[in-house]
């Protein structure tokens, strides 16, 4: 397998090209490595190339990775289904929550953060393409969602985030993250006090620089960095 300081330089140079393509600026869109199932050795060796920010799919095991590495200066996002039960927990240490789809799991990290005397960071997670099995709110709940959500005073509400079925060409991808974007635009015409549609969270190992085209601010990659999970 090729070694993760060489992929991550080459996907940080695609994202700079794709963002430059498009006539944004490479420094607007930021790298999640997404660690679900990597060992330790191999995150350090990614956080000795360059990575700031990790991307866990399940509370306990980035909670073990945190307490093995978290005296670093690292950004830690919770990019998995969260489980209710789960959320004090993560309200201890995520500094991001992109998979926030029901009212129910905003206001249980809301209480959460309180607890812990933290604001936390979310998004809201879009069911961009409608499928059954996907998790994320339905395009048509998601403003009452944020506008719901807002209310909540622990929450710091920043963007969406998807995750378009998976295609082989990457292009088949495009319209859903068009879709996204334009969906955060009307949501941030309607400027609802103390939200922010700054962020866009998508994009993974074989559609980013198609996401980032489209105004990806965050693309969460695992196997072009890690290689192929077991
Ligand atoms: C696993 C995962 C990723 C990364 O996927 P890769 O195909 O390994 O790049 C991104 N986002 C979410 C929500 C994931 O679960």
Redesign the pocket.
């Known amino acids: 397998m090729a070694n993760i300081e060489s992929n991550i330089g080459r996907i940080i140079e695609t994202i700079a090209e794709a963002a430059l393509r498009s006539g944004r600026n490479p420094s607007d869109v930021r790298l999640i490595a997404?660690t679900?199932q990597v060992d330790d050795g191999r995150i350090i060796e990614a956080l000795q190339a360059g990575i700031t920010i990790i991307?866990e799919?399940y509370v306990q095991e980035a909670q073990r990775k945190f307490n093995a590495l978290g005296n670093r200066e690292l950004e830690w996002h919770f990019?998995?289904h969260l489980q209710r039960n789960k959320a004090k927990y993560a309200a201890r240490f995520i500094d991001m929550i992109h998979s926030v789809d029901r009212i129910e799991v905003a206001k249980e990290i809301d209480r959460r953060a309180g607890v812990e005397g933290r604001t936390m960071k979310v998004l809201i997670e879009v069911n961009i393409s409608g499928e059954e099995s996907k998790s994320g709110a339905g395009v048509n709940d998601v403003m009452n969602l944020v506008r719901d959500s807002s209310l909540l005073c622990n929450l710091s509400i920043e963007g969406l985030m998807t995750?378009p079925p998976w295609f082989s060409d990457p292009e088949d991808s495009r319209p859903y993250f068009r879709a996204l974007r334009e969906l955060r635009d009307r949501i941030d015409e309607e400027e609802i006090p103390g939200v922010s549609m700054k962020e866009l969270s998508m994009g993974?190992?074989?559609d980013y620089a198609v996401a980032v085209e489209e105004g990806a601010t965050i693309v969460?990659?695992?196997?072009?960095i890690f290689g192929e999970r077991s």
């Open positions: 997404v679900k991307g799919n990019i998995g995750m993974m190992s074989d969460r990659i695992g196997r072009a």
